[in-house]
């Protein structure tokens, strides 16, 4: 055979070969669609983890027997492999929280409710409209000494250049500005006020902060437009050490055990509700991948751990002790993808937070997972945050992704409306299924594009996408 002819027969072997890999793997997905739409246990399991463990807040009972049904549930399924990653870590308590607001000449109750790591006050100071409490905002503005009510989305009007911050950046800055203690608007429309962390390094911050609802807000603002209002606030908030557990299910490798593709979600919730959408969804959907993966008897060429992470809401704590302890035992350079899932229905796509390198790969596997689900139309969006347990592995340059998720007009996030209800069987579904096929995608094909970003790849694609100043507050800037 000549050169020529050697080449022309190599391509078409090769291509061939391709055509086999992409046969097999549409045959899979065929096998996952089935399985998933018709035996899938995920709704029960939601409906059951809402009902009788209730919120699961890191920490607390509920979310230690939380714990112990995962376990469970991933030896139910067949891992031989389960084990749980314990840790102890700062945890934050609301006892109690009174807002009253001189509006129009008499103290009128708002309902509140208190930043996590916000401490204990009673304090009563004027209000100051900060608008979103960015940067900019406080050109010309004298908060020192008043209390600063603050939207934690971006207002209507904003200039579309600015780009919206975490809310512990916006108390980091009303601190710095001398705010007494601040108002936090819950920027999605309602009438519920809505929880979260105001701190990014697990400390108790230095003021009080309480959230209020969107439409309270937009009274407030309209009232101080007009008038001097005054805020009294009364806040008790405590923080002790308490203890959790992270629970791993793995599935060794056949080809490259040593290559690992991590599947995670937090089990973990707020205080205030079930937290069905956050996080329920996603636990139940890493809990439905691994037992299809096992009823099904699939096989990878990669190992892939199934993580149910604990403490995410309070400060990633777990997703945290995750990558240290992998760290330890030199496992690090062996994830190959970390896919994080938090508040995961309907998805139609993947966000693969700036690992361009990936998108060839995502889009040509998504258009074969579009074959089984015209909902799911193969969208690729590069948005990188570091708000879930994701962020650990971006820290480390490991490659991560989300499902995209289209959400419904009555978004619960963070408000004690968090509540199975609002959550139906094929939500879930359609995540489950489109993800799990892109679990075994990754994990079978021969080679993969991610690679890890070293140290200076990392600084500047911080930089690129503007996060360098939460990773400041957090103390997680470590480049000059
Ligand atoms: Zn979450």
């Given amino acids: 055979m000549n050169r020529r002819w050697f080449f022309i027969f190599f391509i078409l072997v090769f291509l061939s070969g391709c055509e086999n890999q992409q046969r097999h793997l549409h045959y899979v997905f065929k096998s996952i669609d089935l399985e998933v ?96 409490g960015l940067i900019n905002d406080y050109n010309g503005l004298d908060v020192n000494g008043k209390i600063v009510l603050i939207h934690l989305g971006l207002l209507a009007g904003t200039p579309s250049h600015l780009r919206n911050t975490h809310r512990a950046q916006k108390l ?69 050490q308490a203890h959790a557990r992270n629970v791993v299910a793995r599935m060794e490798g056949y080809g490259l055990p040593q290559e690992t593709i991590v599947v995670g979600a937090h089990l973990d919730s707020w205080d205030i509700a079930p937290g069905a959408l956050d996080n329920a969804s996603g636990a139940v959907s890493v809990l439905e991948m691994a037992r299809t993966f096992k009823v099904l008897n699939l096989r990878t060429r990669r190992s892939v751990e199934f993580v149910l992470f604990m403490a995410e809401e309070q400060g990633h704590y777990g997703s945290e002790l995750y990558v240290r302890e992998a760290r330890k035992r030199n496992l690090l350079d062996g994830i190959r993808y970390m896919f994080n899932h938090d508040m995961t229905v309907n998805t139609y796509g993947f966000n693969l937070m700036g690992h361009y390198e990936s998108e060839d790969f995502f889009r040509q596997t998504g258009e074969l997972i579009g074959r089984t689900d015209s909902a799911f139309t193969n969208t690729i969006e590069h948005f990188t945050y570091m708000g879930s347990d994701h962020a650990p592995f971006l820290m480390e340059g490991i490659s991560t992704f989300t499902p995209l998720c289209r959400y419904q007009t009555f978004h619960t996030y963070h408000t004690s409306a968090d509540g199975p209800q609002h959550i139906t069987p094929e939500m879930l579904s359609s995540n489950i299924r489109t993800s799990a096929m892109m679990v075994y995608a990754l994990a079978s094909w021969p080679a993969l594009p991610a690679s890890h970003m070293s140290r200076e790849q990392l600084r500047t694609y911080f930089i690129d996408n503007q996060l360098q100043e939460e990773l400041v507050i957090s103390g997680d800037w470590t480049w000059n």
């Fill in 172 to 240: 980091s800055l009303a601190i710095a500005q001398g705010a007494v203690g601040c108002i936090a608007v819950n920027p999605i429309p309602g009438d519920l006020p809505s929880t979260g962390s105001a701190t990014l390094d697990g400390e108790m911050i230095r003021i009080p902060a309480v959230s209020i609802s969107f439409e309270q807000g937009e009274k407030l603002r309209a009232s101080l437009k007009h008038r001097k209002c005054t805020a009294r606030l009364y806040t008790r908030n405590s923080c002790k």
């Fill in 37 to 132: 739409r018709s035996h899938s246990q995920a709704y029960p399991l939601l409906l059951d983890i809402c009902d009788r463990y209730g919120s699961r807040m890191a920490g607390t009972e509920s979310a230690g027997r939380a714990e112990e049904l995962a376990a469970l549930l991933f030896r139910s399924y067949g891992f031989e492999n389960v084990f749980f990653q314990p840790f102890t870590f700062n945890q934050w308590q609301r006892e109690d929280v009174r807002l009253r607001i001189d509006t129009a000449g008499t103290y009128v109750d708002f309902q509140a409710l208190a930043l996590a790591f916000t401490p204990s006050s009673d304090i009563q100071a004027p209000i100051v409209d900060a608008g979103n």
